[in-house]
């Protein structure tokens, strides 16, 4: 069965910064983009940062542009997710997503999420 685990959530005060990490296992991860999205309450989640399967295409959401940092680690299986300058704003769990779109099928999965707390 295909795992996704996401850490290094936390509460932590406005301006600080957190690492989340995202380790895959069951599925051949080098082949596979990954995502960090993000769930507030009361809004949809969103994707926050997402990295090609070589690490070649970076997209970030113009919320987090300058301030997060997304990474991946193929022979680790793990991606990284840096948050600097953390806000307010920046509280949600976090999910961490694997996605292998084949044109003929499609392979996504989801982490369980972790808690990021910005509050002083």
């Known amino acids: 069965q295909v795992q996704l685990v996401e850490t290094g959530g936390g509460l932590v005060q406005p301006g600080g910064s957190l690492i989340l990490s995202c380790s895959g296992s069951?599925?051949?991860?080098?082949?596979?983009?990954m995502s960090w999205y993000r769930e507030a309450p009361g809004k949809e989640r969103e994707l926050v940062a997402s990295?090609?399967?070589?690490?070649?295409?970076?997209n970030y959401a113009d919320s987090v542009k300058g301030r997060f940092t997304i990474s991946r680690d193929n022979a680790k299986s793990t991606v990284y997710l840096q948050l600097n300058s953390l806000k307010p704003e920046d509280t949600a769990v976090y999910y961490c997503?694997?996605?292998?779109?084949?044109?003929?099928?499609?392979?996504?999965?989801w982490g369980q999420g972790t808690q990021v707390t910005v509050s002083s």
């Open positions: 990295i090609g399967s070589v690490g070649g295409v970076i």
């Open positions: 997503n694997a996605d292998l779109d084949a044109g003929w099928t499609r392979w996504n999965y």
């Open positions: 069951r599925f051949t991860f080098k082949n596979y983009a």
